[in-house]
């Protein structure tokens, strides 16, 4: 999980926490990607927001994709649709979550990635 706003990465780390997950969360895009690269890309979700100085989520979900070993869920919150006065064009395997992410939407959210997981 990667977002600018400390307070939200505190928010969703919890509650994946609370639903019997791992999660890590940073607030530098930049840090998150060197992370992830530590750990040999080895997640089942990425959460990553939009909007963040030095590097935006896409971008971070863009890089991290050229490297990864194993395919995890990919998804950005954001509260806008433009970064840099640009029209963002979101990739097939991204899903978009708008800001505010409730805790039931994100809830649901996570639950469904368990299940996915654990299926045969």
């Known amino acids: 999980m990667v977002d600018d706003e400390e ?4 928010e969703i780390t919890e ?3 609370f639903l019997g997950g791992k999660a890590v969360g940073f607030s ?7 992370y992830l690269r530590q750990q040999n890309y080895s997640f089942d979700l990425i959460l990553a927001d939009l909007s963040m100085p030095a590097l935006n989520g896409l971008r971070l ?5 050229k ?3 194993n395919t995890p869920k990919k998804f950005l919150i954001t509260g806008v649709a433009e970064v840099d006065g640009e029209v963002i064009e979101v990739p ?3 899903a ?5 992410l409730s805790t ?17």
Do not use: G, M
């Open 104 to 120: 039931q939407k994100l809830q649901q959210l996570i639950l469904s990635i368990f299940s996915e997981n654990k299926a045969p």
């Open 15 to 17: 509650t994946i926490e």
């Open 7 to 10: 307070v939200i990465v505190e």
């Open 67 to 69: 490297e990864i070993l």
């Open 28 to 34: 530098c895009p930049i840090e998150c990607l060197s």
């Open 61 to 65: 979900l863009e890089l991290a994709s």
């Open 92 to 94: 097939h395997d991204v």
């Open 96 to 100: 978009v979550y708008h800001k505010p």
